[in-house]
């Protein structure tokens, strides 16, 4: 018998690398899924905090293609040592924080690791000539192939007709003729495919599968690494930069304000972790409390959180503040108007 060719694909729970995967699919190949998981990812239970598209189901994405392609997916924490990569990417940034080439190769690189311990065979990645300005150039992807490794087991299926052809097609593992030839940022050819394969309710084409790729994200975690003076991070760091409003006052503290019940749950589990504070007098918002506020810091944050209570229009509002070693403060202050917190203290 001759022996099964099996490929792993790198799926992000995008267009993309649902279509690409489902063609080598069709191709008879054994295809299985992975997902790395570096800490800054869309896809996960961040998707589940806000009531933001509440018409849209709460799901992980690369799950989701997976179970729509009927295909194993492994998921795999790579949070630690994704962490060079974004502080010393060798090709730089993108338009934000986004080390989209080094990025590539390093997940390329790892998913060559992956086949290698698991008796795979070859590599598919939904990349698209030109769909991306930093990582899909002509003169780009062949810089994935060399950096990572994978060199000719790296087949791209959307738009293996405008490279040269790799390792699964000379050897006839792959029929080349069957692969395809879309190129550029224009996603109608991919969505007309998704429709004759009967694909919908797929992630929208485009929206991106990274928080680095978002400026308002990118800008929060400068922020946070200029205020700390060091470029540092935990996951929890990564979650937080994720959820709620932030504020920061001056360099030695910043609040983040929930901006409704799913943010205020999830702020309240780390309650024990950070300072925080909240209305006494009436409903309102949880708020975070990152840095060291000296005692009118303190009082500043609570006329801050009153602003956003529904006590805005009184003339005092009463907020108590829990402080790290169990310290409890009560303040009665006047909330702040919205055109008196300056626009530079929002991250």
Not at 133 to 150: H, L, N
Request: contains cysteine; hydrophobic residues 35%.
């Amino acid at each position: 018998m001759s022996k099964q060719i099996k490929a792993v694909s790198l799926i992000s729970g995008g267009l993309d690398s649902l279509l690409s995967t489902k063609l080598l699919l069709d191709q008879g190949i054994h295809v299985e899924g992975i997902n790395f998981f570096t800490g800054f990812c869309v896809e996960g239970h961040t998707h589940a905090i806000r009531k933001q598209k509440s018409d849209k189901p709460k799901r992980n994405n690369a799950l989701w293609v997976a179970e729509q392609l009927g295909i194993k997916l492994h998921i795999i924490d790579v949070i630690e040592e994704y962490r060079d990569v974004l502080l010393n990417p060798k090709h730089g940034y993108g338009k934000n924080m986004n080390p989209c080439l080094d990025c590539k190769g390093f997940m390329v690189k790892k998913a060559k690791q992956w086949m290698e311990e698991n008796d795979f065979d070859f590599i598919i990645t939904g990349e698209v000539m030109g769909q991306r300005p930093m990582s899909q150039r002509k003169e780009t992807m062949p810089i994935v192939q060399a950096e990572s490794g994978a060199d000719d087991l790296l087949l791209r299926p959307l738009c293996a007709k405008h490279l040269p052809e790799t390792k699964p097609e000379k050897e006839g593992w792959v029929d080349r003729e069957q692969l395809l030839d879309f190129s550029g940022r224009n996603r109608k050819p991919q969505m007309a495919l998704a429709k004759e394969y009967g694909f919908d309710d797929y992630a929208t084409p485009a929206g991106g599968c990274c928080f680095l790729t978002d400026k308002q994200y990118s800008d929060k975690l400068v922020d946070m690494w200029q205020a700390r003076g060091n470029r540092d991070y935990q996951l929890d760091d990564l979650m937080m930069l994720k959820v709620g409003r932030h504020i920061r006052p001056n360099q030695r503290f910043k609040m983040i304000i929930a901006r409704e019940e799913g943010e205020v749950k999830f702020l309240e589990g780390y309650r024990n972790q950070y300072a925080n504070l909240y209305s006494t007098s009436c409903n309102g918002p949880i708020a975070l409390i990152d840095g060291e506020p000296n005692q009118d810091d303190v009082k500043i944050a609570a006329q801050i959180l009153a602003r956003y209570s529904q006590g805005r229009d009184e003339k005092t509002v009463d907020v108590e503040v829990k402080l790290q070693a169990g310290v409890v403060q009560q303040f009665s202050v006047v909330p702040f108007k919205s055109d008196e917190i300056p626009k530079n203290w929002f991250v």
